[in-house]
Antibody, heavy 119, light 112 residues
Framework: VQLVESGGGLVQPGGSLRLSCAAS????????MHWVRQATGKGLEWVSA???????YYPGSVKGRFTISRENAKNSLYLQMNSLRAGDTAVYYC??????????????WGQGTLVTVSS | QSVLTQPPSVSGAPGQRVTISCTGS?????????VHWYQQLPGTAPKLLIY???KRPSGVPDRFSGSKSGTSASLAITGLQAEDEADYYC????????????FGGGTKLTVL
């Protein structure tokens, strides 16, 4: 299993950015996928999720600004981020979700891509 | 402020046993949702350490164990080694507006 994020960079407040995550080594279409972020020196924060059927979930902090999507034919996960704020500055990880007759956990993570929102 | 509460730091000498707590509420751990644990070594991505409260993925040493009771969970590390120095995060599911997937604030383990 390999997850490789890309698309991070420096963006001005109010700007937009699209992150990508290329997946390999497993049947991508069978798994829910998530984005989790981590500000420098801070903890992990769940950002969004998309199920195998395309159902999406967001926390209140990004709802209406971020959009998660997937393209199963390309084994790719995306995160469209609009109206970016300084508080969105973080390393963004994509993660695969799995479960074992219980609740979902994140069994594989990418290396992360840094998003910096600053003027 | 994280939905799941962890101590900011713990420490122990090599060979000792340490535990890291994760305290939740009736909308997450207390509601019966599983707790999972992740280890994040400096400068790297998180790695799954414990899933389903107490199960270890292949390759994780049996020095690491997890448990859950009521609204709390714990991660125990026995035979502490220098390579265990890392940040540890608990994660669960929350049925309130905070979730549904929530993390603890993280605990920095220092091996003395």
């Amino acid at each position: 299993v390999q997850l490789v994020e890309s698309g991070g960079g420096l963006v001005q407040p109010g700007g937009s950015l699209r992150l990508s995550c290329a997946a390999s080594g497993f049947t991508f279409s069978n798994y829910a996928m998530h984005w989790v972020r981590q500000a420098t020196g801070k903890g992990l924060e769940w950002v969004s999720a998309i199920g195998p059927a395309g159902d999406t979930y967001y926390p209140g902090s990004v709802k209406g600004r971020f959009t998660i999507s997937r393209e199963n034919a390309k084994n790719s996960l995306y995160l469209q981020m609009n109206s970016l704020r300084a508080g969105d500055t973080a390393v963004y990880y994509c993660a695969r979700a799995d479960h074992d007759y219980g609740d979902y956990y994140f069994d594989y993570w990418g290396q992360g891509t840094l998003v910096t929102v600053s003027s | 402020q994280s939905v799941l509460t962890q101590p900011p730091s713990v420490s122990g000498a090599p060979g000792q046993r340490v535990t890291i707590s994760c305290t939740g509420s009736s909308s997450n751990i207390g509601a019966g949702y599983d707790v999972h644990w992740y280890q994040q070594l400096p400068g790297t991505a998180p790695k799954l350490l414990i899933y389903g409260n107490s199960k270890r993925p292949s390759g994780v040493p049996d020095r690491f164990s997890g448990s859950k009771s009521g609204t709390s969970a714990s991660l125990a590390i026995t035979g502490l080694q220098a390579e265990d120095e890392a940040d540890y995060y608990c994660q669960s599911y929350d049925s309130s507006l905070s979730g549904p997937w929530v993390f603890g604030g993280g605990t920095k383990l220092t091996v003395l």
